[in-house]
């Protein structure tokens, strides 16, 4: 059974303060996302990555960034957080090689004040 | 880049009834289109997907259907039961890539 867990379920940050949110697979797969989501608005992706150090924008990369060191994890960064950030961020995964089912993770709320 | 519509963004139907959420889409090389369940305070979780090479796959009370030429897809679920309340989303898979574009959900009530 597939297994993807993000750091915090709630996270609160200040305006500006730099914020990492983490996201750890553990079934080797190729394939990570980063999505956030707002009411009304559906799931967007932020970024994503086939493969280690190697990152893609998605849909919506400003204000974001990315790092993926170990095959496992997967890290979104706000550089410089702000209130529009505030939202429901989902990580995912897939096996990759021509499987293109995604897995989510349980989803981390931030809100930034 | 792709574009993912969905209708309607409220259903609701008697319990027992058949329900059907629509989606277009606008990439003509999109090339898979899960649907995704999620239910309130959880984490979206894969029900169903089909692959551009093929027309309608199904499984136990819910199939999806595609037709490539209208850029349009469906899911239809019957014998719609309590636990089905929830809402939905449509995803496409871009072209050449292998991100999600997902529409904007439909919120499935099912009236007892």
């Known amino acids: 059974d597939v297994k993807v867990t993000q750091s915090s379920r709630y996270l609160v940050k200040r305006t500006g303060e730099k914020v990492f949110l983490e996201c750890v697979q553990d079934m080797d797969h190729e394939n990570m996302f980063w999505y956030r989501q707002d009411p009304g608005l559906g799931l967007r992706l932020i970024y994503f990555s086939y493969d280690v150090k190697m990152k893609e924008k998605g849909d919506i990369p400003e204000g974001y960034s990315v790092s993926r060191e170990k095959k496992e994890r997967f890290s979104l960064i706000l550089e410089s957080a702000s209130t529009n950030q505030t939202s429901m961020y989902l990580c995912?995964?897939?096996?990759?090689?021509?499987?293109?089912?995604?897995?989510f993770g349980p989803g981390t709320r931030l809100t930034v004040t | 880049g792709e574009n993912v519509e969905q209708h309607p963004s409220t259903l609701s139907v008697q319990e027992g009834d058949s329900a059907v959420i629509k989606c277009t889409y606008s990439?003509?090389?999109?090339?898979?289109f899960p649907w995704y369940k999620q239910e309130l305070g959880k984490r979206p979780q894969l029900i169903i997907d089909i692959r551009s090479n093929v027309g309608e796959k199904k499984d136990q009370r819910i199939a999806v259907t595609l037709n490539k030429t209208a850029k349009h897809f469906s899911l239809h679920i019957t014998e719609t039961q309590p636990e089905d309340s929830a809402v939905y989303f449509c995803?496409?898979?871009?072209?050449?890539?292998?991100?999600?574009?997902f529409g904007k959900g439909t919120h499935l009530i099912i009236q007892p």
């Open positions: 990439d003509s090389a999109s090339n898979y």
């Open positions: 995912a995964s897939s096996l990759g090689g021509g499987t293109y089912e995604q897995y």
């Open positions: 995803a496409a898979r871009r072209g050449g890539a292998d991100g999600l574009t």
